[in-house]
């Protein structure tokens, strides 16, 4: 009896929210300011699925803190699909599984939290996760309550499983769920992008997916059997067109998971980070830490690319132009720095010669412009950690396949 009347419980509440929202009365609000800059921190799905447990957790939180992680800003643990049971309890809680985290999921957090870290877990807005799990369509207000009585700070909600649902409405009750509760929460939606999150998620959540699933290659598209297809970085960093004025402090574009450390080579991890730095994406990492080379460190806790990334305007970057397959991306930056990228799209060595006196860069969306006749900055390359001149002279340089050069512009 109890299994019942929880269940029809929760599914009042959240029926409840949903008709409130349908009659414009709903005011859906996020816990704000948990993300003022992009978050940063790590996800066991890119390289693990639902093979974790808790010594993998224990294991990845110490090196994040030995290894300088902890302190280049990566703060969040997020365990993906596949820690809880098949079924709920008769309570309709959740449950992790016992074999998993046979010590407990409260101890698990109180251990992560003890390294000066923050925990995450996942949940998906339909019947069942991707991996078919329990879902939790029904149960929304319930779970919150248990996520909050556990004391995670990040909630990784999915889309999978949620056919007669509307996307808006099944988000906008998780988060008033999350709210209810109590506990301040980061809310991350996995939606896709199907449904446009940009446009109406920026009440209800801190950062929203905007494509599928990322794969760990340059630019191809990965067709898998079941008829759906995960992407390379820079197929995602394509795909969506004039969402950028949609991106900023605690409402961020996220381009998904990174996959730095995972199959590519160097270069191309570098020019991945690079380009989520520049469009201001979470940087989530979803590499094996225990396997992680010092190239990959390298990467990741580059510092002067992590303050492009975090830097507080939190401005997505745009593509400047394209000249035969070599790109240039520019991001504004506080202090009136600009961050500048060339990026070599083909399979072939390039030669840069940007002439800053030919170029004025105007960004529309956020009114910011600068011209190159008018001012004069000093040029910082960032991957060298060198200076590299200014703005009075061409900037020139060879540049590898996949690879990208990132310059920090400075005013004199």
């Known amino acids: 009896m109890k299994k019942i009347f929880y269940s029809l419980l929760s599914l009042i509440l959240s029926l409840s929210a949903f008709s409130q929202g349908n009659n414009h009365k709903l005011e859906p609000s996020k816990f704000e300011g948990l993300a003022m800059t992009p978050p940063m921190g790590w996800n066991s799905w890119n390289t693990f699925a639902t093979d974790i447990n808790e010594d993998l957790v224990k294991q990845t939180a110490d090196i994040m803190v030995a290894s300088g992680m902890k302190d280049a800003g990566y703060t969040y643990i997020v365990l993906d699909d596949g820690w809880m049971t098949r079924e709920r309890d008769a309570n309709g809680n959740l449950v992790p599984d016992p074999k998993k985290f046979p010590s407990g999921m409260k101890s698990l957090i109180d251990y992560v939290h003890s390294k000066g870290l923050k925990f995450g877990l996942y949940n998906c807005a339909g019947t069942k996760t991707c991996a078919g799990y329990p879902g939790t369509r029904g149960y929304e207000y319930q779970d919150a309550r248990f996520y909050a009585a556990l004391g ?100 961020w574009n996220d381009f998904d998971m990174m996959e730095v450390g995972n199959e590519m080579n160097d270069t191309e991890d570098k020019s991945h980070f690079s380009m989520w730095c ?110 590299a001149g200014n703005t009075k002279k061409a900037y020139k340089s060879k540049i590898a396949p996949h690879d990208i050069v990132v310059l920090r512009l400075s005013k004199k």
């Open 278 to 387: 520049m469009v201001a994406s979470p940087l989530i990492a979803g590499n094996d830490f225990r396997k992680m080379s010092e190239e990959t460190l390298n990467i990741l806790t580059n510092k002067a690319m992590i303050a492009i990334n975090q830097d507080k305007l939190g401005i997505q970057g745009f593509r400047y132009n394209e000249n035969n397959r070599l790109e240039t991306w520019v991001k504004p930056l506080e202090n009136g720095d600009w961050a500048v990228a060339f990026l070599n799209r083909s399979e072939e060595e390039k030669s840069i010669d940007f002439n800053w006196k030919d170029h004025s860069i105007k960004d529309e969306e956020f009114n910011k412009e600068t011209s190159f006749n008018t001012i004069t900055y000093n040029v910082q390359d960032v991957w060298n950690n060198k200076k």
């Open 152 to 251: 995670i700070d990040f909630l990784k909600y999915d889309w999978c499983n949620t056919e007669g649902i509307t996307a808006k409405e099944a988000y906008t009750t998780m988060s008033n769920a999350l709210k209810t509760a109590g506990r301040p929460i980061l809310f991350s939606l996995c939606e896709w992008g199907d449904n446009q999150p940009w446009e109406w998620a920026e009440p209800l959540g801190n950062m929203w997916r905007i494509s599928g699933d990322i794969y760990p290659c340059f630019d191809c598209e990965f067709k898998h059997p079941e008829n759906w297809s995960s992407w390379g970085f820079m197929k995602i960093i394509d795909m969506r067109k004039g969402i950028r004025k949609y991106s900023g402090p605690d409402h």
